[in-house]
């Protein structure tokens, strides 16, 4: 049984030069135990996508859509309900360790605060829990560390920290956005080889959201590569890397550039910007950047599906897909 | 062999600030450029590569001469920059621009970005006919592969890609000989990175620029540069070849710097995982290790390392290290 399934999920803004479609027509689900990354470039939708099943978007933001977990509704709940899978059940990891630490406290009652409030221990119970915690984020010394404050870290052990606050209630689902896009080559390396020991002891699932796709290859399971409020292709993390599908996703893999391959051809930059949200174009969102657009491409590109879940959106054919006929875009036409 | 344009030569600058509140006062010392010396030839690029911390951004603001160094001295084309004046000063800068890293944040958001690119025209040369500077503005935004039509549009109405033209099209506007270049690309998208790559490199053999491009990844630079520099707590651990550097890099510090970069390949990145050796973080910049600075985290340090400072030495095959055993250690990548 899948951990959280999420169906139809649109996310909408209100602003003053219209409506901002961050969301569209979302589908995935993510088992237990399952590592599912969400890639994108900035404006992809991808936070918007966890922030709204979180109940965490923005004043002018509305959902709509399904987002069950453990088959019961994220987007109905009221907050009383949702503040007690939020943080227990569920955790959430932000991109910067700087900002989303408090710096007028110090470690240990950032720590504590979250699971006296949600576990009711006691102050000595919960302090020994978070240290244990930071043993287990490889924080040196942490009986003494844990009386510090955020400024005493550096980048890499504050982001350290923070995934310490998302594991102290033993999540089942644990949300990491960016976790190390702030850091440093070095430290980015050492934080996803500690994320994947912990969840390999836990059997945690996790959701890892990001715009680098190296940085995903070493840990995630399956990757949905969304562009412009869309998945325009999923797969495991084999068939995205050795076998894209989406000319996107093939422009983005060829733009990384690699130690491993040579240097002296040119970088192959996916030309163009993403499209403003506001404007969106008919019919595919990636034509106006795409070297295999067609005239066709005006028109909505079909969802293809293959087996174990595998899709993409496009008028090029998948290699033993067939495309689906999807119920909630058939509405949207009418 | 031409003359290089640029020499910075024993290049230090020292942040000093102050602990323990107002009875206790106590001065703290930060190293942040410690005694850096390198040249640089025209239309050569030199990729500065280092993780924060390690004074790369201190280093381009002090070349610059947006930070007095209070040691050392930069010739700019056999002139000392170091010792002028505030005026004589600006008037250098128009030969030596600066592009920074957060294309959004480093432009004004009042103005359009017509206005942001010809400011430095009217700064410099305010006799300039109005026509001439428009027409200097255009062509500018041509080459960097702007439209016309975004000549009145704000910075919050283009894309961070977009924000980073203007930038480079602003640093580019008065001719200048030397682009220095601060992390151009880390705020930006993957797929965005490679077209602003690809563009300062066409520009650089076009314009005949000497580049100075600071990343903290070593992949990114790869590309752009000639030579690469590689700095850990305000000093170079090497400088070298870019044709050796990747393959056989000399500092310990340097492979480590390799060894992390992350693969978009699952079956590459895995065997790659097997290999990282780097642990830890860098120490205080208020407690430096005595010796060689990286020694504590270096799996191949002797007795040697923990007291002497390896100096700055010049290799057989013409690349700089600093590290005592650097001839006996094989590296290769």
Redesign the interface.
């Known amino acids: 049984m899948a951990l959280l399934k999420v169906s139809n999920l649109n996310v909408h803004f209100d602003t003053r030069e219209g409506v901002v479609k961050a969301v569209n027509g979302m589908d995935f689900e993510i088992g237990e135990g399952e590592t599912l990354a969400i890639v994108g470039?900035?404006g992809a939708g991808k936070s918007q996508l966890v922030l709204s099943f979180m109940g965490l978007l923005a004043e002018n933001g509305s959902v709509s859509g399904e987002a069950l977990y453990r088959d019961k509704d994220l987007l109905q709940m009221k907050p009383k309900e949702l503040n007690r899978i939020r943080g227990r059940h569920i955790a959430m990891i932000f991109q910067d360790p700087m900002t989303s630490l408090n710096p007028f406290l110090t470690i240990e009652k950032q720590m504590t605060e979250v699971v006296r409030h949600h576990q009711g221990l006691r102050k000595d119970e919960a302090r020994a829990h978070a240290v244990e915690m930071l043993r287990a984020v490889r924080i040196p010394d942490p009986e003494e560390r844990i009386r510090q404050y955020p400024h005493e870290y550096?980048?890499?052990?504050r982001q350290r920290v923070m995934i310490a606050i998302g594991l102290l209630c033993e999540p089942e689902l644990l949300i990491a956005d960016e976790p190390s896009t702030a850091l440093?080559?070095?430290?980015?390396?050492?934080i996803?080889?500690l994320v994947n020991e912990i969840r390999k002891e836990t059997r945690m699932s996790l959701i890892l959201i990001t715009?680098?796709?190296?940085?995903v290859?070493?840990v995630a399971e399956r990757i949905i590569v969304m562009y412009a409020g869309e998945a325009v292709e999923t797969g495991s993390?084999?068939d995205i890397?050795y076998r894209p599908q989406h000319p996107y996703t093939q422009?983005?893999?060829a733009?990384?550039?690699?130690?491993?391959r040579s240097?002296d051809d040119?970088?192959?930059?996916?030309?163009g910007?993403?499209p403003n949200l506001l404007e969106l174009p008919s019919g595919c969102r990636f034509r106006d950047r795409c070297s295999e657009a067609t005239g066709q491409c005006c028109e909505r590109p079909p969802l293809w599906i293959a087996e174990g879940g595998r899709t993409s959106r496009c008028f090029l054919p998948m290699e033993g897909g067939a495309i689906v006929t999807e119920k909630h875009v058939a509405e949207e036409a009418e | 062999m031409t003359k290089p344009v640029l020499r910075v030569q024993d290049l230090a600058v020292t942040f000093t600030s102050f602990t323990g509140g107002l009875l206790q006062r106590r001065e703290r010392q930060l190293r942040a450029v410690d005694g850096i010396s390198f040249e640089l030839h025209p239309g050569e690029t030199l990729g500065v590569v280092g993780e924060s911390g390690s004074g790369k951004s201190t280093l381009a603001r002090a070349i610059l001469g947006l930070i007095t160094p209070d040691r050392g001295r930069v010739m700019w084309r056999g002139e000392e920059l170091t010792g002028l004046g505030e005026e004589e000063l600006r008037q250098k800068r128009k030969e030596l621009q600066i592009v920074f890293q957060d294309p959004v944040a480093s432009l004004d958001p009042r103005m359009t970005a017509g206005d942001i690119i010809s400011e430095p025209l009217w700064t410099f040369y305010p006799n300039m006919a109005r026509l001439q500077v428009e027409e200097r503005t255009r062509g500018m935004m041509k080459v960097v592969g702007l439209l016309p039509n975004q000549i009145n549009r704000y910075p919050h109405e283009l894309s961070g890609g977009q924000c980073q033209r203007i930038g480079i099209a602003r640093s580019l506007v008065l001719n200048p000989r030397l682009l220095v270049c601060d992390e151009p690309v880390s705020a930006l998208d993957v797929s965005i990175q490679a077209q602003i790559i690809n563009l300062l490199q066409d520009l650089q053999k076009k314009l005949g620029l000497a580049l100075i491009f600071i990343a903290h990844d070593l992949s990114v630079v790869r590309h752009i540069s000639d030579r690469v520099m590689v700095m850990y707590m305000g000093q170079a651990m090497e400088v070298s070849e870019k044709s050796s550097l990747y393959q056989r890099p000399l500092h310990p510090y340097t492979n480590a710097l390799m060894k992390s970069v992350s693969i978009p390949d699952p079956r590459l990145a895995a065997a790659a995982r097997q290999d990282r050796w780097l642990t830890g973080d860098m120490p205080s910049p208020y407690d430096r290790p005595k010796g060689c600075i990286f020694h504590n985290r270096c799996p191949y340090r002797v007795k040697r390392c923990e007291a002497d400072v390896p100096a700055l030495r010049r290799m057989e095959n013409r690349d700089w290290v600093a590290c005592h055993r650097a001839e006996e250690l094989d590296l290769s990548i």
């Open positions: 470039e900035s550096s980048g890499g052990m440093d080559v070095t430290v980015q390396a050492q996803a080889e715009h680098d796709l190296a940085a290859a070493e993390v084999d890397f422009g983005l893999l733009s990384v550039p690699r130690l491993d240097s040119e970088l192959q930059a996916i030309p910007n993403p």
